[in-house]
């Protein structure tokens, strides 16, 4: 099955900020966007987890999700990672969950 297997590259790496724009309006500078389409539990999970342990306080990430029981998985275990889930924006086929290093 290979769940841990496949290695996905992010859109953009770490070098590479860029900009969202929340439901609320507030701008937002990403400086990592985790790619976890395709994937299923628990690895978006791990990905974000993974992420946000090498982060300083202020970074925030994008995850980009399209496994239903991950995205609902991502913001409670925002408090155990010392991190704030900021918001999670429906797309086409996924959704776009973002959050910040505390």
């Known amino acids: 099955m290979g769940l841990f297997s496949k290695?996905?590259?992010p859109a953009h790496g770490a070098g590479q900020s860029t900009q969202a724009v929340?439901?609320?309006g507030t701008r937002l500078?990403?400086?990592q966007q985790i790619?976890?389409?395709g994937d299923s539990c628990p690895r978006p999970q791990l990905m974000t987890k993974k992420a946000?342990?090498?982060a300083v306080p202020g970074?925030?990430?994008e995850v980009l999700i399209d496994n239903a029981t991950s995205m609902e998985a991502i913001p409670p275990m925002m408090k155990d990672l010392r991190?704030?889930?900021l918001a999670t924006v429906r797309a086409d086929r996924c959704?776009?969950?973002y959050v910040r290093k505390d």
């Open 7 to 9: 290695k996905t590259e």
């Open 22 to 24: 929340l439901p609320d």
């Open 29 to 31: 500078v990403i400086k």
């Open 35 to 37: 790619n976890c389409l």
């Open 52 to 54: 946000l342990s090498t």
């Open 59 to 61: 970074d925030a990430f």
């Open 83 to 85: 991190s704030s889930h």
């Open 95 to 97: 959704w776009h969950v």
